[in-house]
């Protein structure tokens, strides 16, 4: 595709369940990263793969949240037992290679009830 | 102290007007500096990418970079209603591995006809 594109456009999820958020890349970029942007706020790094190598998770909250990028292409976010301040936007965004811009699906927004 | 300080407004002006944002930032390592606009339930779509010091101009946008204050800003010249949007200052080190943006808050700008 043209751009970033991402998948559900919105999720409602009730606490305790789990939940996959897919992102698929502007094709042949080779880094991909995950966003989450709370209400009101910018977004907040979570992590970046370059290809399949997830080189930095460090914004990850918890060990609630697992990503993966298996054949360096489309990615998915899982969240594990959900719970409320989990809410949010959650954006992926892609780049050519390293140090390029990167480009912003338009988010899944994730409510946990 | 957040690394990346911005404005939240929300700032009014009329349509015509020349706009002014910034943000202040705290990291010295930042090089890559970039500018998104958000509009309500899409994703940050990218407006202007320098690196380092100086001015970029693109139409009616111009960003300015001053890493001697730590000070970066867009000028938005002859706004339009089309204009308003939330914008998001970002910013980024050049250290392999340490590609992740860091964004301010947002600044809610409203062009009023």
């Known amino acids: 595709g043209a751009g970033v594109s991402q998948s559900p456009r919105y999720k409602v999820a009730k606490r305790g369940q789990d939940v996959a958020l897919r992102c698929d890349p502007i094709?042949?970029?080779?880094?991909l990263f995950w966003y989450q942007q709370a209400l009101g706020q910018g977004p907040e790094f979570l992590t970046y793969?370059?290809?399949?190598?997830?080189?930095?998770k460090s914004g990850l909250p918890s060990d609630r949240f697992f990503a993966e990028r298996p054949e360096g292409s489309v990615s998915t976010l899982k969240i594990q037992r959900t719970q409320q301040e989990d809410s949010a936007v959650y954006l992926c965004?892609?780049?050519?290679?390293?140090?390029?811009?990167?480009?912003f699906g338009d988010g899944t927004r994730l409510s946990i009830l | 102290q957040k690394e990346v300080e911005q404005d939240p407004g929300p700032l009014s002006v009329p349509e015509g007007a020349i706009v002014s944002l910034n943000c202040t930032y705290s990291?010295?390592?930042?090089?890559?500096f970039m500018w998104y606009r958000q509009y309500s339930r899409k994703g940050p779509e990218l407006l202007m990418y320098?690196?380092?010091?100086g001015n970029k101009e693109d139409g009616r946008f111009t960003a300015q970079v001053d890493k001697s204050s730590k000070y970066i800003s867009l000028f938005i010249r002859d706004s339009q209603p089309s204009d308003s949007a939330t914008y998001l200052c970002?910013?980024?080190?050049?250290?392999?591995?340490?590609?992740?943006?860091?964004f301010g808050q947002g600044t809610r700008l409203t062009i009023n006809p």
């Open positions: 320098t690196y380092s010091s």
């Open positions: 970002a910013m980024s080190a050049t250290r392999q591995g340490a590609q992740k943006l860091v």
């Open positions: 793969f370059q290809n399949e190598a997830q080189l930095d």
């Open positions: 094709s042949g970029h080779v880094s």
């Open positions: 965004a892609s780049s050519a290679r390293t140090n390029q811009p990167q480009h």
């Open positions: 990291n010295s390592a930042f090089q890559y």
